[in-house]
């Protein structure tokens, strides 16, 4: 297939190998585009009401997790004093 364009590039070539050196040049590897690499990572949020609301939902949650371990103490207490 003669080369119809002022480029050299194609010399000589057949019509299956400039659409395959096309699809090379042209192609873009989608594993470095920002999409794929935003979704590998967490943004960080400083404003100040979301570091307060994460602040209280980590102490909500700890408190919760504090008293059901305070609330199973005496039991706890009383099966090492019964068994030991």
């Known amino acids: 297939m003669p080369c119809i ?14 659409i395959d050196q096309l699809i090379q040049n042209t192609s873009i590897d989608t594993r470095n585009t920002t999409m794929a690499l935003s979704k590998l990572s967490c943004r960080r949020d400083d ?10 939902a980590i102490g909500v949650i700890g408190g919760m997790l504090l008293l059901v371990v305070l609330s199973d103490l005496p039991r ?6 019964y068994h030991f």
Do not use: A
Not at 5 to 18: D, H, R, S, V
């Open 5 to 18: 364009c002022y480029n050299k590039t194609f010399t000589g070539l057949t019509e299956e190998q400039i």
């Open 47 to 56: 404003r100040p009401f979301c570091v307060i609301t994460g602040y209280v």
């Open 76 to 81: 706890l207490i009383r099966h090492f004093r």
